[in-house]
């Protein structure tokens, strides 16, 4: 069973789907954060279990309590961890009691003094960071206290737009640190495996992620393993079950945890790429009761994947969202080659909702394998109607420092700052 | 006389005419052709020329309808009211016409005005989706 909102009508999933419901219209709040609709069309259909997706209500503990109280199957971890892991600001003093290092860093801050307060303690650059957030929604770099006034009212009222929840917390600002992130299954009979780590740190201004990559490029192995150690142990700690992804930023051999993601994230596919596992189903099988069936030792990685999101979105204008008609969308294929995505030609990009159109991973039996996949898969990708960042992600795979895996969270802003300085001309 | 011309050729010519106006929302059509030409119009009924007015708008055959779709506002259980109403009812105001249950809350759903029921879409019982068509309603 499929829901949509009445701007989603025409969309694939609808199209695909053994049912369709029709939720609420267009704007977010009446339709995918409409917490009675989607139980009541779970309820009305026979459904025994919600999956959230990512986005949304994925990361919702109250929504995943309604769920319980109706008989229905949350699929992902218990509210309770939810709300320790899930809520950031919790999760980072859960993570620093199982002996993890952690970002230094605050609760939720309750009003724009507490942050300045806070900020002050700390010490300039700080991030402001929506405890129920993700995809770099609620997020705000703050440099100086004469910003933070604006950046605190801003980061509220996106992070309560977009999660139905205003609250943020503060960290340090590490100036680019590279963001590894170890993908966990975990069920319900203690059973704890770690899916190697993904490279996320090709990262728009906002934050929010333009590429991925698994293993990441020269990791020490050291590092590695520590990251690996220290996610199944914050696991472990919290009684996590189904799937989750532990965020790391890693500065050289420092390691610090960021946040936990209590949800399937994006970027998952290059996961299922190199550990042949389908992570969506195992997410099924754990909430069904179902054990893992295998351990750490039976996991083993192979080659390297890489994806890119193809968003409606204006890279020479700061990314800004387009929405439209595609009037001719054509995906690539071919060995190595996958596209999760919900548009086709004629499809419309209404104005609601993330800009994302389409995934496109790449998988080779080495990095350079797949660097070379993923270019020809993008240069056979037509989307005609909207501007899109299939441009940008081949510039950025063309770069040395991309081709060569030596890059950090400051590699797309700073090239983005170089193309704009060439553009006007200025130094 | 050329058979276009022929009484009964133009008898023809002005049944379909008269048949694609009815079709429209149109008052009046006009063909010109080489220097001859056809007008229909729709003649405008007013209430002392129709028998058994006012109120009884469904003895009017042929009087374009105002659809008006009420539709869904949540998803749940779409029931009728009781007593039910039925195609053809003549509301004279403001009434429920039924209500949706969703997580057991009963939620009603009226006509917000009168009106004639022209079709019921639902079935008592049956799950509706946001925006599903309930009921359809001719304001006249």
Not at chain 2, 52 to 79: N, T, W
């Amino acid at each position: 069973m499929a829901v949509f909102s009445e701007a989603d009508r025409e969309s694939l999933h609808v199209r695909q789907a053994d049912e369709a419901f029709c939720v609420g219209p267009g704007p977010v709040p009446r339709s995918y954060l409409n917490i009675p609709n989607l139980i009541s069309t779970a309820l009305i259909t026979g459904c025994d279990a919600v999956h959230p997706g990512y986005g949304f209500l994925a990361e919702n503990a109250r929504f995943a309590e309604i769920c319980a109280d109706h008989g229905l199957t949350f699929i992902g971890p218990k509210p309770t961890v939810i709300t320790a892991m899930g809520d950031k600001a919790t999760a980072k003093r859960v993570m620093a009691d199982a002996g993890v290092a952690t970002t230094p860093g605050t609760d939720i801050l309750d009003s724009v003094d507490e942050a300045k307060a806070a900020a002050q303690k700390i010490g300039y650059p700080v991030l402001l960071k929506a405890t129920a957030g993700g995809g770099g929604k609620g997020m705000r770099v703050v440099e100086s206290a004469a910003e933070m006034e604006r950046a605190y009212a801003s980061a509220t009222a996106e992070a309560e737009a977009s999660f139905k929840d205003g609250r943020v917390y503060m960290e340090k600002l590490i100036r680019n640190p590279r963001h590894i992130e170890v993908q966990v299954l975990a069920d319900e009979f203690g059973t704890v495996v770690t899916m190697g780590e993904r490279d996320c740190s090709v990262q728009k201004p906002s934050h929010q992620k333009l590429i991925e990559e698994s293993p990441a490029p020269h990791l020490t192995e050291r590092v590695r393993a520590s990251l690996f150690e220290m996610a199944s142990r914050a696991c472990k700690h919290v009684g996590y079950t189904n799937a989750g992804t532990l965020e790391f930023l890693v500065a050289g051999e420092d390691v610090y945890f960021m946040e936990m993601n209590t949800r399937i994230q994006v970027e998952h596919p290059v996961t299922e790429m190199v550990y042949s596992v389908d992570l969506v189903k195992e997410q099924i099988r754990i909430a069904a009761g179902e054990p893992l069936g295998y351990t750490q030792k039976d996991l083993q990685l192979r080659g390297h994947a890489i994806e890119c999101r193809i968003n409606a979105e204006d890279p020479r204008n700061n990314f800004s969202p387009q929405a439209g008609t595609l009037s001719k969308v054509v995906f690539p294929g071919g060995p190595g080659i996958r596209v999760d995505t919900h548009v086709y030609s004629g499809a419309m990009v209404p104005p609601y909702y993330d800009s994302m159109l389409a995934k496109v991973i790449a998988f080779g039996a080495s990095r350079e394998a797949a660097i070379a996949r993923m270019e020809r898969a993008l240069r056979e990708t037509v989307i005609e109607g909207v501007n899109t960042t299939i441009a940008q992600c081949l510039e950025i795979l063309a770069t040395p420092r991309f081709r060569e895996g030596r890059y950090d969270i400051g590699f797309l802003p700073a090239l983005l700052l170089a193309e704009a300085a060439g553009a006007t001309g200025s130094r | 006389m050329s058979d276009e011309h022929h009484p009964s050729a133009l008898t023809a010519r002005v049944a379909g005419l008269a048949e694609l106006l009815a079709g429209t929302d149109l008052l009046r059509l006009r063909i010109e052709r080489e220097g001859e030409a056809i007008e229909l119009g729709r003649r405008t009924l007013h209430r002392d020329e129709v028998p058994d007015m006012p109120g009884d708008l469904s003895q009017i055959d042929g009087a374009p309808a105002r659809l008006e779709a009420i539709k869904s506002d949540l998803v749940g259980i779409f029931h009728a009211s009781r007593p039910a109403v039925s195609e053809g009812d003549l509301l004279e105001g403001d009434r429920e016409l039924g209500y949706i249950e969703a997580l057991g809350i009963r939620n009603p759903v009226r006509s917000l005005g009168a009106g004639r029921i022209v079709s019921i879409k639902r079935a008592d019982g049956e799950p509706v989706e946001y925006g599903a068509v309930l009921f359809e309603l001719d304001r006249g």
